[in-house]
């Protein structure tokens, strides 16, 4: 363990994002010179956010920004996307009240196209999905992936430019990404419900 936390330490976070994504996905020129910063919001100090953290038992804020959330509805929500050594944490911008929290070990995917879009979908065991736009996109999957190996877990990191994704129990949606003379579209379609099979018991 004390070799594996040397490794991610001496680890540049920018270097390992470029060899991930190298001839998987295309990028923007404005991302190979973003710098990461992680905690924009600076939230470490608010009452609620230490109580919500002690609860939770995180030690750390990694990632903290403002960020655009996808509902199952098909509307764009704004959300504070807090990510600490042990969770991922979905927050209201006005409040930072707490409205969804995820557990980095049951993460199972991070699925995104290979366009150069600010597009990507956290798969999580037993819950629904959670679809983010965020134009700090690079920076959040470093943090994720650093906090996944920290903690000894294993994440699938996928690139396509159609599938599915889970937004409530038995129903998925499709999310295709195309390549335009505009730029890039993005199409989400409804699928319906699947039909549980009838227990012959």
Known sequence: MTQLKNEIENEDPKIRMDNLLAGKKDRRRSSA????????????????????????????????????????????????????????YNLDPSSYKLLRKIEINKLTAITMSTLPDNFFVLGVRDEYDYLIVSSRKTEILSCIIDCCKRLSHIVEIRFMDNFNYRITEGVRRELRFRLTNEGVSTQLFQRQKQKQKKSNN
């Open 33 to 88: 010179t973003k710098e990461f910063h992680g905690n924009y919001l600076r939230l470490e100090n608010k009452k609620n956010i230490q109580n919500m953290m002690k609860k939770n038992r995180d030690s750390r804020i990694v990632f903290c920004d403002t960020i655009a959330k996808i509902n199952k509805r098909n509307k764009v929500q704004e959300r504070v996307l807090l990510i600490t050594n042990r969770n991922i």
